[in-house]
């Protein structure tokens, strides 16, 4: 039996996907959640109920719907392009992403607004739920070539996924992310982890998320699992820790393979340290609110979000195939 939390994170999921086609006539409107009652999407989350079911104005809606920018007046439009641009139309742009939060443009692209459902306590799980995933996923893998497909959004050169409502440890979060084609994530350029740090900043997401990298006691380095290379150590990656006692500081510790260097004895001392503090098995990387979104090594048996990566892959073929580490 697949553990309850992965449950319930695929069953999120599905519940997305489920109604992707819009029941309401005109792309300005969108559908309540529990009828087929139509409201314009700009009275979404004003302080006034239109819908009978009062999704309009859930908290799980409003904390992520956004409004207007200041640079636009009227409601419901978004300023990206060097264009002011309705919701809808910006959800479809890979230069407005940035500035919008994933999950409002998935309830905008699929025209419902959706509130969260727990999956009952020993759910079993059922191929359903994953064949409407990599399903979901493979199609539009094959329709949209500039693009990144359905569940991910472009943030930089980036298709990622962030799955913010379900919380799992980090050997599920890994396993959800490759049955979805993809992989917890991982960074090489600078420029990629600044883009990611930078829209999970604008799109105030206050969510701690799983990534790909974990202490490998075979090689005893911070690696990334997703290719088993080294994990790059230091800034502009980990986070910086306050320590209540002061700690002369090492040499700066570039060698991933290699235990941390030793202070001298006449080194300053400091009141700051910088992850990952942990070498060995059992701890793995993440993205924390706490520390503003910067690389922390935590337990892997903690609960936290799936960060998913979707690798670049030309080969259309391998599509077809059973994704590897199937649920």
Partial sequence: MVHVGLLSLLGLTAMFLAGTEARCSSTSEIECHRDSQCI????????????????????????TWTRTSPNCGGAG????????????????RSDCSPKLNPRMCEMVRAGKLNLPKKLPEGMNMTSGIVAVLTTAVNTSLKNQKRDCPMLYTRVGQLCLALFSPAKVKWPEARQFCRSIYGDLAKFDDVGDFGHLVQYMRSSRLTTDYWVGGRFDLDTNAWSWTVDESAMPLGSPYWAVRHSSSCVRRPPPHTDPFSN??????????????????????????????????????????????PLCMLEANDDDDQLDEEPEGKV
Avoid at 81 to 87: A, F, T
Avoid at 267 to 283: D, H, I, L, M, V
């Fill in 260 to 305: 941390p260097p030793t202070a001298l004895p006449d080194a300053p001392c400091f009141s700051y340290t910088q992850a990952p503090a942990k070498r060995q098995e059992g701890w793995c990387s993440a993205l924390t609110y706490e520390h503003y979104y910067y690389l922390t090594d935590q337990s892997c048996q903690e609960e936290r979000s």
């Fill in 40 to 63: 314009a999407i700009t009275s979404v989350c004003d302080s006034a109920k239109q819908c009978s079911d009062g999704s309009d104005e859930d908290p799980y809606v409003c904390e």
């Fill in 77 to 92: 439009l978004m300023y990206c392009g060097w264009n002011c641009r309705s919701i809808p139309d910006a959800c479809t």
